[in-house]
């Protein structure tokens, strides 16, 4: 239960979700559930042939923010997703701070060349993995605008992507977890520490 002393609004859990998320009440429970993938199937018993990759050790936190904001700096923002952010309130200045950038829907193994030539370092950071002929590449996901989540002294220590059209989880964290030299989203890492 909670109690605001200031404005006096009460509830459960349920509306506190549903005040602070913006969510009809009634859509919370789809909500949290889908948050926390109770809906999802269990992983795949290993079958012969496949191998899940090895976990890969999250890079530090400037290793992060030296790739994040290599590979954001090689990126536009749509006309859509700029007006989008406009009828919410933010202006032109306050889009090029908060570092928004439309999802790549180019060749990833091509950005991310461009990428490692700035000398960033792509091992660790959550969304990028190697492909079969062994390059780097970035997670490919639908398309949406990145927001870059930053820790305390305003470095970019993870990707969130809000998705385009879609109903349910709109805001996905970047992850290659599953993938060859992947890594887990920043969100999976208990002593990582980011202000909103």
Known sequence: MFRCA?????GGI????ALFTGTDRDRVWRELTGRLRLNERPPLPEQRGYQRPADTVLADAGARHRTYSALLSMLGLANAHRDNLHRRGLSDRDI????YKSM??????ELVQRVLETGADPQGVPGF?????????????????????????????????R???????????????ELTGGCGSLHTWPESRVSW
């Open 129 to 161: 993995f190697r492909t079969k002929a062994g390059w780097w590449s970035f997670v490919h996901q639908r398309s949406g605008v990145l927001i870059p989540v930053r820790d305390m002294r305003g470095r970019i220590q993870g990707l969130q992507l």
């Open 14 to 17: 349920f509306d506190l979700y």
């Open 163 to 177: 998705l385009d059209n879609t109903e349910n989880r709109k805001f996905r964290w970047i992850s290659s977890v």
């Open 104 to 109: 790549a829907m180019v060749k990833n193994s």
């Open 6 to 10: 200031k404005c006096g609004v009460s």
């Open 96 to 99: 090029a701070q908060l570092g």
